[in-house]
Each structure stands twice: as C-alpha cells, then as structure tokens.
C-alpha cells in the first residue's frame, strides 16, 4: 500500500507568520492528494486538495503544492491566526485513503 | 449539508466482549471506510468496503474485525473480543467516488477496559 509521511510532527509559529507542513508519498499511482484539518475532539475536515493534474492550488491563505516527480506536496498557511491552530493530515488517494502522521501547528497570539 | 453520523459517541467495554460500531454514510456516497485513531496519534487505514464487499484492508484489519452493510443505509464495524490496544477513536468515512472528497463521521470513541 501506500506510503505517506508528513513533517514536521509539530510547528509552532507567531501569529501573522506563514506556516509550511510537507508529505511524501510512495505510490506513483496515487492521484488526489487532500489535506484535513482536525481540531481537537473533532472530526478531520477537508480543507483543501489537489489533483495530480495541478502543480498549484490556491484558496485565500491556503495553498498546496504537487511535484508529481519527487512524489511530494505541501500546504501552505500564511498569516497565520490562531484559529489554525489543530492537527493537519495529507493524504494520498488511489484506492483508499493513506493518510500522513499529523502536524500539530500552534500559532501563537 | 448532509453530513455521516456514528453512533454511539463512546462506547464502554469489558475487555473480550464484542462491539458494533454503527455509520450512517452520506446516502448518494457509494466507497464507505473505517479509520482508527489511537489519542495523539495518526489516522489509520481499516478498511474500505465498495459495492457491498471489501475492497482493501489493512494489516490491522485481521479476523477481530467485520464490517457490514445490513440495509441501504447503515455501515457497521465489529470487533469481537476486545482488547485493550482497540481503545481508540474510531471514524467513518463516506465517498461520492475515487479521488473525491471523504467526508468523516464524528467518531465513536472506544475505550475498553
């Protein structure tokens, strides 16, 4: 199956500062490539994703990134609030879902 | 916005008792899944279900676990017999189709004792 690994585990930036979370995956076969957000107690969330198809993928502070090449991609926070603050997963889809191990990011007011 | 349930929210068990865990995907939704979350950890691949059958299943997925789709509506996991490592958060997730958004359950926390 796939493989999906995310970094750092753990990131914590001043509030107004860009915040950068990456993933590798393995399988060349994988071709949509979500990112959740999951706030405490709470259920992942859909924030955005990108197909293999894209290289960009922007939505207000968010973005992503896909270089289908070096099998990786990552999201892009900028002007961080504290609202961002949760756990974020990537996951790379063919079949099934294989999700990364989760960044915690806390931004600090 | 239709939205997958799960119930019960928390589920107590004696360790080696059996237990359903019940989903309610998205109606239209046709790739039904079940993630695991040990507290603090990632979210972990179970099982995904197409078609009334199974399409993959993870190394955890072994003969303690079922999962079954009795009507049109319902989705349910079992775990016969278990133990004290099953004690986790356990999400449903439901998809209109491959490379489409998964859409999550609020997650039945299992804690077995």
């Known amino acids: 199956g796939e493989n999906v690994e995310q970094h750092p585990s753990t990131l914590s930036v001043q509030e107004g500062d860009s915040a950068v979370i990456k993933c590798t995956y393995s399988?060349?076969?994988?071709?949509?490539f979500p990112w959740y957000k999951q706030e405490l107690g709470k259920r992942p969330q859909l924030i955005i994703d990108i197909r293999s198809n894209v290289g960009e993928k922007k939505d207000q502070r968010i973005a992503v990134t896909l270089n289908k090449t070096a099998k990786h991609f990552s999201l892009h926070i900028t002007e961080t609030q504290p609202e961002d603050s949760a756990v974020y997963f990537c996951?790379?889809?063919?079949?099934?879902?294989?999700f990364g191990t989760g960044t915690s990011l806390t931004v600090i007011p | 916005e239709p939205e997958v349930t799960q119930t019960p929210s928390h589920q107590v068990t004696q360790m080696g008792q059996e237990v359903i865990l019940r989903c309610v995907p998205i109606?239209?939704?046709?790739?039904f899944y079940w993630y695991r979350q040990i507290l603090g950890q990632k979210v972990e691949f179970l099982v995904s279900?197409?078609?009334?059958?199974?399409?993959?299943k993870s190394e955890i997925f072994d003969d303690q676990f079922s999962v079954e789709r009795p009507d049109g509506s319902n989705f349910t996991l079992k775990i016969r017999s278990t133990k004290l490592e099953d004690s986790a958060m356990y999400f449903c997730?439901?998809?209109?189709?491959?490379?489409?958004?998964?859409?999550f359950g609020q997650g039945t926390r299992l804690t077995v004792v």
């Open positions: 996951a790379a889809t063919g079949n099934q879902f294989y």
């Open positions: 279900f197409y078609n009334n059958e199974i399409s993959e």
């Open positions: 109606s239209n939704h046709l790739y």
């Open positions: 399988d060349s076969a994988s071709n949509y």
């Open positions: 997730a439901s998809t209109a189709g491959m490379g489409t958004e998964a859409f």
